[in-house]
């Protein structure tokens, strides 16, 4: 098996879970929070799907479909164009809340479909080229990929746990 076969199939498992946490649920079970400064599963499963597709978008040299594809307009969230959720606060987690749990998982399909579209296009080589210096050591395509991966693993496994509350 080779090294971009193992990144599809961690990504096509980060698909099936998003989708188990998100079937069947409601507009208000998104934005159940356990405590108070906790994160919703829309913010879990919106931020997921934005670190994805901003981060493959940069390294495929492509227009995140966030902006390109209007899911920006679409969720109409208070949010300037380039939030993805990294450093928000619990007061930002709240306002990510009136969503439609289908044009969430639309989104998060769509990125996932580049994502996957991008990895098919490598090969074992391409994982090794440096694509920021700014690190010691630099990072690698390979090591950014995982890095978006562990980030979506997480994200989802946080999201079904506060579904598995609501259950």
Do not use: C
């Not at 879990?44 to 492509?62: F, N, P, Y």
């Not at 990510?96 to 996957?116: M, N, R, S």
């Amino acid at each position: 098996m080779r090294s971009i076969d193992v990144l599809i199939d961690g990504f096509g498992r980060v698909s099936e879970n998003v989708h188990a946490v998100l079937d069947g649920i409601t507009a208000e079970q998104l934005v159940y929070r356990p405590g108070p400064r906790a994160n919703t599963i829309a913010w879990l499963i919106w931020h997921l799907s934005r670190v994805q597709d901003a981060q493959i978008a940069d390294v495929a040299g492509t227009e995140q479909l966030w902006t390109s594809a209007d899911f920006f307009g679409r969720f109409g969230l208070p949010f300037e164009a380039t939030a993805s959720g990294y450093g928000q606060t619990a007061e930002e987690v709240a306002q990510v809340k009136g969503i439609d749990p289908a044009l969430l998982a639309e989104y998060y399909d769509a990125a996932h479909a580049v994502t996957v579209d991008h990895l098919g296009g490598l090969s074992d080589t391409d994982l090794d080229r440096v694509i920021d210096e700014r690190w010691n050591p630099p990072v690698t395509l390979g090591v950014r990929l995982v890095s978006i991966l562990d980030d979506d693993v997480q994200h989802v496994g946080q999201a079904a746990y506060v579904r598995g509350l609501l259950d």
